[in-house]
């Protein structure tokens, strides 16, 4: 796979650091309640660095956020910041198409994520659990044909 100009730069800087020198991003802010434990998200349409921030009032001790669609192959970069107490969970439901991917994830706060990537069947799939903080965690994926 070759790496194009941004991802170069976010390996080199870092995710966070790329995020704080105004790389193009995009996010998604998310107020968790303890009534909902699962937040839809819209996936995004193309490769990037995205922003994803959860702000926990009256929360469990675990979300889920589940992007809606399948991402496209690419590379991408997740800046992860969760205002919660210590003992909070966020689960990151991520649908992958056929194809290869990258990321690097970064996370402030204090909380606790466990990343799923996965096939729509799921047939295949990629868990991690990661505890911030921590700065461009990186992962290479290979999805295979369904």
Same mark, same amino acid.
């Given at each position: 796979?070759? /790496?194009?100009?941004?991802?170069? =730069?976010?390996?080199?800087? +870092?995710?966070?650091?790329?995020?704080?020198? +105004?790389?193009? #991003?995009?996010? !998604?802010?998310?107020?968790?309640?303890?009534?909902?434990?699962? !937040?839809?998200?819209?996936?995004?349409? $193309?490769?990037?660095?995205? =922003?994803? =921030?959860?702000?926990?009032?009256? #929360? #469990?001790?675990?979300? $889920?956020?589940?992007?809606?669609?399948?991402?496209?192959?690419?590379?991408?970069?997740?800046?992860?910041?969760?205002?919660?107490?210590?003992?909070?969970?966020?689960?990151?439901?991520?649908?992958?198409?056929?194809?290869?991917?990258?990321?690097?994830?970064?996370?402030?706060? =204090?909380?606790?994520?466990?990343?799923?990537?996965?096939?729509?069947?799921?047939? $295949?799939?990629?868990?991690?659990? /990661?505890?911030?903080?921590?700065?461009?965690?990186?992962?290479?994926?290979?999805?295979?044909?369904?």
């Amino acid at each position: 796979m070759v /790496l194009d100009p941004l991802w170069r =730069r976010l390996c080199a800087l +870092g995710a966070a650091s790329c995020l704080a020198l +105004g790389c193009s #991003t995009s996010g !998604y802010d998310v107020e968790l309640r303890a009534s909902q434990r699962d !937040y839809p998200l819209a996936s995004p349409r $193309k490769s990037g660095a995205y =922003r994803i =921030r959860t702000h926990t009032s009256d #929360t #469990t001790a675990k979300s $889920k956020l589940v992007f809606d669609t399948p991402f496209v192959p690419g590379e991408y970069a997740f800046e992860l910041s969760d205002e919660g107490p210590a003992d909070q969970t966020v689960v990151l439901s991520v649908p992958l198409s056929q194809g290869k991917y990258r990321f690097a994830v970064s996370a402030a706060g =204090r909380a606790r994520y466990d990343i799923a990537f996965h096939d729509s069947g799921p047939k $295949k799939e990629y868990r991690y659990t /990661l505890q911030a903080p921590l700065a461009n965690r990186v992962f290479a994926l290979d999805m295979p044909q369904d």
